[in-house]
């Protein structure tokens, strides 16, 4: 209900204005893409960023406007709107019995196929769970977080982060490889694309380092991310 009043909002901003409408997709609550209009020279969000809780959605409250406000400063000209989803059980066929955690690669995947046709959306999962893939010669391999580069969708996990007030790092890191950016070619253990390598410290990342910033802001202009 809250994503079919904040695209009526979007629509009636930008039809008050009189300006120019161009067209996108936005996911309605039957799981299905939707057209609507959205003015590409006003403020109104053309562009979606959804977070999707597998599990207790109290644990993510917050987490929308902390997510808001890093991609504006990062990048206000592309126009993000974040929203949270309803809750949902995390999907049993990702989940990896031998070593009693889900495979995020199977996430990603599963959410890729759910929004695509929603150009305009990228979806992300959050979890309390622990979530693994095949990386560093180890078949089944824990992590934090795990995102196509690029692509439209992302997963992460809360179980390696210590304190609930540095998620939002994490999801921005997950994200920005969404739109493109590898981790910090400058190895900037401030830098929120620090590559975790195993032992990362979130709580210390607290900007985008200038490589990475010329680097993003690169993708948006050749790509339009």
Avoid at 27 to 46: F, R, S
Avoid at 206 to 215: D, F, N, Q, W
């Amino acid at each position: 209900m809250n994503r079919i009043i904040s695209t009526s909002l979007v629509l009636l901003m930008c039809m008050t204005i009189g300006l120019g409408l161009t067209e996108c997709k936005h996911a309605t609550d039957n799981d299905n893409c939707e057209t609507v209009y959205v003015d590409t020279l006003c403020c109104c969000p053309h562009k979606f960023v959804y977070i999707q809780p597998y599990g207790d959605e109290k644990y993510f409250d917050g987490l929308c406007s902390e997510l808001q406000d890093d991609i504006y400063k990062l990048m206000p000209e592309a126009g993000y709107a974040v929203e949270l989803l309803p809750a949902k059980p995390i999907p049993q066929s990702a989940y990896y019995a031998p070593k009693k955690r889900y495979r995020a690669d199977k996430i990603i995947a599963l959410q890729k196929a759910e929004y695509k046709d929603c150009n305009e959306v990228v979806v992300i999962g959050v979890t309390k769970k622990d979530i693994s893939t095949t990386i560093h010669g180890q078949k089944d391999y824990g992590i934090m977080g795990l995102s196509y580069r690029p692509g439209n969708s992302c997963v992460v996990s809360s179980y390696r982060v210590r304190d609930r007030k540095n998620l939002h790092k994490l999801v921005l890191h997950e994200f920005l490889h969404s739109r493109g950016l590898p981790h910090c070619q400058k190895d900037d253990p401030r830098c929120y694309m620090k590559d975790a390598k195993g032992k990362g410290n979130v709580a210390i990342q607290e900007h985008l380092c200038e490589s990475c910033k010329k680097t993003l802001q690169s993708n948006i202009k050749n790509s339009q991310i």
